[in-house]
Structures are given as structure tokens and as C-alpha cells.
T-cell receptor, first 115, second 113 residues
Framework: DTGVSQDPRHKITKRGQNVTFRCDPI?????LYWYRQTLGQGPEFLTY????????KSRLLSDRFSAERPKGSFSTLEIQRTEQGDSAMYLC?????????????FGPGTRLLVL | QQQVKQSPQSLIVQKGGISIINCAYE??????FPWYQQFPGKGPALLIA?????SEKKEGRFTISFNKSAKQFSLHIMDSQPGDSATYFC????????????FGEGTQLTVNP
């Protein structure tokens, strides 16, 4: 299966701890996106990369959040000093470059629970 | 603020029936409207999409109807099957604002056998 993969699938942490999630996009997809999905809501955009460059960040991405895509392949999303409000599903998606809309292919997500 | 509003929140349909999910948007700069289907434990997957210069698009049992003047669009699932039971999200995309998708709140569809 060459779809988007995310690791871990589930993470339980205590408030104040740091957590890091990994996303492996579909190979050769230039764009990589992070979304957050809370229970009963649609995904909310956090940030996206084109190759290794982080081109856009949502205001939802507070200074406790940082994302990287160091070699334009996999990406990591780190949350420092986690809060209970960070509990959510974190979704990664990737897409090829396109002149207009390119289908974003989503991974299965990492479910975070902050106690 | 919620830029894309979706209804109903949940929907129960009998097998063979028609499922209808509605969405409304405010931002007239949106220029592409995809629908995503999400099964439990999976990420959303693109189902069907439409541009605002088209009033209807059909793919198999799935049809999008688009009303640009009312800023509304809807997904119709004909001959609904139990395997269609999932959460459906409408979304909107604005080319000039980058690559973000703006999603509705989702509709949990249950198709009873």
C-alpha cells in the first residue's frame, strides 16, 4: 500500500508533555498538509509544505506547535507543553503539484489524548 | 467562524433510499467544492467534486447539485447501500488563498439494511 502513513496511530500523554507525530506522504507528492479534527467536526487546516518549504500556517497553529519537512519527504508535527484542548485527531494529507486543485490524499490520522 | 455549514448532523436512510446532505458557504471566492467520505479509523477520501460554473455533476450513484446564487450545494446518494454508512464532509477550496481545504462539520450517514 503506497498511501499516506502516520505514526503513531494513537498517543496518550499527560498535560505538559511534548509529543511528536510523523507523516510519510505518497512518494513524489510535493505538497504535504496537516489538519486537526476534533470529535464531531470537520478537519481544520493547520499548515502545509511544498517540498521542504512551509508555505502557510493557520492561526490555529500556536507557538507550541511546530512542523517540519526537512528533506521534502516525511514530515513531523511537534506539540510542546500539551494541553487538554490539544486532544484531537491529527491528519496528514499529501498531493501532487497542480495548476489548480490537486486531490489531497489523507492518512489514517494520529489520535491524541491529553490527560 | 464556520465558513462552510453542513446539515444534517446525522441521517438515517433505508437501503435503496436517497440520502441528501446540504452545505452552504459564505465566501464567494471559493472556486472548488469537493465532498469527502470518512469511515471509522480512516482518513477522509475524496468522493466527488464540482466547480461553481457547473450546476450538477454525477458519478455513479453520487450527484452534486450546485446553486451558485444561493451559495448552496448538496450531495445526493441514490440507491443508498449499507456500505455507504460513513461520515460525509463537504469542503471548499479557494485557489488564491493557498492550498487549504475548508470543511463542513460533517454528516454521519447510517443506511439500514
Amino acid at each position: 500500500d503506497t498511501g499516506v502513513s502516520q505514526d503513531p496511530r494513537h498517543k496518550i500523554t499527560k498535560r505538559g508533555q511534548n509529543v511528536t507525530f510523523r507523516c510519510d506522504p505518497i512518494s513524489e507528492h510535493n505538497r504535504l498538509y496537516w489538519y486537526r479534527q476534533t470529535l464531531g467536526q470537520g478537519p481544520e487546516f493547520l499548515t502545509y509544505f511544498q517540498n521542504e518549504a512551509q508555505l502557510e500556517k493557520s492561526r490555529l497553529l500556536s507557538d507550541r506547535f511546530s512542523a517540519e519537512r526537512p528533506k521534502g519527504s516525511f514530515s513531523t508535527l511537534e506539540i510542546q507543553r500539551t494541553e487538554q484542548g490539544d486532544s484531537a485527531m491529527y491528519l496528514c494529507a499529501s498531493s501532487p503539484l497542480a495548476t489548480f486543485f490537486a486531490t489531497q490524499y489523507f492518512g489514517p490520522g494520529t489520535r491524541l489524548l491529553v490527560l | 467562524q464556520q465558513q462552510v455549514k453542513q446539515s444534517p448532523q446525522s441521517l438515517i436512510v433505508q437501503k435503496g433510499g436517497i440520502s441528501i446532505i446540504n452545505c452552504a458557504y459564505e465566501n464567494t471566492a471559493f472556486d472548488y467544492f469537493p465532498w469527502y467520505q470518512q469511515f471509522p479509523g480512516k482518513g477522509p477520501a475524496l468522493l466527488i467534486a464540482i466547480r461553481p460554473d457547473v450546476s450538477e455533476k454525477k458519478e455513479g450513484r453520487f450527484t452534486i447539485s450546485f446553486n451558485k446564487s444561493a451559495k448552496q450545494f448538496s450531495l445526493h446518494i441514490m440507491d443508498s447501500q449499507p456500505g455507504d454508512s460513513a461520515t460525509y464532509f463537504c469542503a471548499a477550496f479557494e485557489e488564491t488563498s493557498g492550498s487549504r481545504l475548508t470543511f463542513g462539520e460533517g454528516t454521519q450517514l447510517t443506511v439500514n439494511p
